[in-house]
Antibody
Framework: QDQLVQSGGEVRKPGASVKVSCKAS????????INWVRQAPGQGLEWLGW????????EFKEKFRGRVAMTRDISTRTAFMELKSLTSDDTAVYYC?????????????WGQGTMVTVSS | EIVLTQSPGTLSVSPGARATLSCRAS???????LAWYQQKPGQAPRLLIY???SRATGIPDRFSGGGSGTDFTLTISRLEPEDFAVYYC?????????FGPGTKVDIK
């Protein structure tokens, strides 16, 4: 079954870092890579970046460069997103998402989301 | 960065009625890179339409997409109770990928 399962919610203090995992099953760990999207409470969707499963190449939205890292572990079919120097503005649900093919690269498989709360 | 603007922000519709949602891009997008998602409270987005007009697996035919260039539409022909949700357009052809701010479809 094509599925992405994310790690559980996290609470961090301002200035700290958080690392979220996304474990793939079925056909979800593929050449289309893993994208990371976040959604602040009551707000819309924001793409953070993408990692290639095959070679680990990454691409980030400019505002996150230098603060975000995306990695993957092929042996466990798991992708990771680490966000550093957290502020309250980073409080959001973080999703991983991918395209299983046949949908032109649109995101047809999403993880369940990981709530990250940044609070002192 | 390609900015996507959606209108209206909120659409109040009666069950069984037709709803037309608009998505406008700040520059031309290839249709193959325009998608629509539905999101309900507490859930991840669900892909409805890819390639501007193709329905994703399991999506009822009351959902249809169209448009090209900078102007795209999502039409729900006869609203069912489960269709009341927020809808986002998304372009995934030019980095950074972007989403529109969403259109909330609620019950009139």
């Amino acid at each position: 079954q094509d599925q992405l399962v994310q790690s559980g919610g996290e609470v961090r203090k301002p200035g700290a870092s958080v690392k979220v995992s996304c474990k793939a099953s079925g056909n979800t760990f593929n050449r289309n890579g893993i994208n990371w999207v976040r959604q602040a409470p009551g707000q819309g969707l924001e793409w953070l970046g993408w990692i290639s499963v095959y070679n680990g190449n990454t691409e980030f939205k400019e505002k996150f460069r230098g603060r975000v890292a995306m990695t993957r572990d092929i042996s466990t079919r798991t992708a990771f997103m680490e966000l550093k120097s957290l502020t309250s503005d980073d409080t959001a649900v973080y999703y991983c998402a991918t395209s299983t093919g046949g949908v032109g690269g649109a995101f047809d498989i999403w993880g369940q989301g990981t709530m990250v709360t940044v609070s002192s | 960065e390609i900015v996507l603007t959606q209108s209206p922000g909120t659409l109040s519709v009666s069950p069984g009625a037709r709803a037309t949602l608009s998505c406008r891009a700040s520059q031309s997008i290839s249709s193959i890179h325009l998608a629509w998602y539905q999101q309900k409270p507490g859930q991840a987005p669900r892909l409805l339409i890819y390639g501007a007009s193709s329905r994703a697996t399991g999506i009822p035919d009351r959902f249809s997409g169209g448009g090209s260039g900078t102007d795209f539409t999502l039409t729900i022909s006869r609203l069912e109770p489960e269709d009341f949700a927020v809808y986002y357009c998304h372009q995934h052809g030019s980095s950074p990928f972007t989403f529109g701010p969403g259109t909330k479809v609620d019950i009139k």
